[in-house]
């Protein structure tokens, strides 16, 4: 395990060996450890368990939850007052899966049952409807973002620039000496995969060419500022503004592509702005391209949007878990590619990967109009980017 896994390993290992309060939940996108944390916890604490995925083509019936739950009951009985932990996998593919938990949950409660419950999604905006809707008050949420430089770097022996073309998916990272099958596995197992089996399949989506389409144009150009008509343009669809935010909130959601709103002090006028649209793992860049890792280091262009779009994935990522809230700002031809909001305190970020420049004016601009506790320029003249990113982001961020 990585520090970032282990320390998230050890709140979950505290959470179970407290007495049985709440449902444990773990969400996060495909590839970031959550099965194999929550079995690795679930053993580790010497209880009882057991684990089951709805991980399936077909949907599971709600009653399959019963079933899964049934079996730890017996366990947990057979226990006595040690209890026993079920792990209940993907469990967005079942329909109405809170209601069914919030019940057996509640049932558990009454007769003082020890049983204590660890669920695991992989559409982390199904799994938060599914909290809202039916069990406020009853879960406890660890949010599992992409891994970040540091980790890969920690598990896999990772080099920075191998980092920015192979991205965070710890299960790729054996497939990187066979940069074809890299490729492969990327887009079949974690693109397709999360597109067709974690937003269109759970998901209303009336254009689902449409969601892929801009999918793929917001790789091409992550960390560009790109308004919506453009993207209609270019994706050659008479849809509507509405519908691509809509679709970019899904990719979000799904932990493959944001879009980035403009900072202008007061959220409610950032709403609505053109976005900046930003991956969330360069690998879904780069295995897309069809260049190998030799000729996308040779293009400076492309290299230097990796730079910028790593930096901005862990940014993002540490957003999407809770810690900050991450914009851009633009104004006339004045820019500052990142501006991190935490608190009332604001940390504005430039990235370059070219040359260095004294004092970029799109900084000197912002700070003349919102005076941000903090700026920092990554990259030439700045903050090395392996330094910034082998930190967490956090810890980068005014508070």
Not at 54 to 83: F, H, M, S, V, Y
Not at 128 to 149: I, K, Q
Not at 227 to 255: I, P, R, V
Request: with cysteine; proline share 5%.
């Amino acid at each position: 395990m990585t520090e970032f896994v282990r320390g998230h390993a050890a709140t979950l290992e505290r959470r179970l060996a407290e007495p049985r309060r709440f449902i444990q939940v773990l969400a996060g996108p495909r590839q970031t450890g959550k099965t194999t944390l929550a079995r690795a916890v679930a053993e580790s604490t010497g209880a009882p368990s057991h684990y089951a995925s709805a991980d399936e083509p077909t949907l599971r019936e709600g009653g399959w939850i019963a079933e899964q739950w049934e079996i730890a009951r017996g366990r947990a009985r057979e226990a006595g007052g040690g209890g026993a932990i079920v792990v209940l996998d993907e469990i967005q593919k079942v329909p109405g899966w809170s209601e069914t938990a919030k019940r057996l949950w509640d049932e558990d409660t009454r007769a003082k049952l020890p049983l204590k419950v660890v669920v695991l999604g992989s559409a982390p905006l199904l799994i938060e409807r599914g909290l809202t809707e039916s069990l406020t008050g009853r879960f406890e949420m660890l949010r599992l973002p992409h891994w970040s430089y540091g980790e890969m770097r920690e598990a896999f022996g990772f080099s920075l620039e191998q980092y920015l073309y192979y991205g965070g998916y710890p299960g790729a990272a054996p497939l990187v000496a066979e940069p074809e099958r890299w490729a492969r596995y990327v887009v079949d197992s974690l693109i397709e995969t999360t597109i067709s089996r974690d937003v269109l399949l759970l998901t209303r989506v009336d254009k689902p060419a449409l969601l892929r389409r801009l999918f793929e144009l917001g790789c091409r150009h992550s960390g560009q500022i790109l308004s919506y008509t453009k993207m209609l343009g270019q994706l050659q669809d008479a849809g509507n503004a509405t519908t691509l935010a809509h679709y970019l909130e899904l990719l979000a959601a799904a932990g493959m592509l944001t879009g980035l709103q403009k900072f202008a002090g007061r959220a409610v006028r950032s709403r609505g702005s053109i976005p900046k649209l930003q991956v969330l793992n360069t690998a879904l860049v780069t295995a897309q391209s069809g260049l190998s890792f030799a000729d996308a280091r040779a293009d400076r262009e492309l290299w230097g949007r990796l730079v910028e779009s790593a930096v901005g994935a862990h940014l993002a990522n540490a957003a999407m878990s809770g810690a900050c809230e991450l914009f851009y700002w633009r104004e006339r031809n004045r820019e500052v590619d990142f501006v991190v909001r935490a608190g009332r305190n604001v940390t504005a970020i430039e990235v370059k990967s070219g040359r260095a420049v004294p004092s970029p004016p799109g900084m000197e601009a912002f700070a003349a109009a919102f005076r941000p506790a903090r700026r920092l320029l990554i990259g030439a003249g700045g903050i090395a980017v392996e330094e910034f990113l082998s930190k967490p982001a956090e810890s980068w961020i005014a508070r």
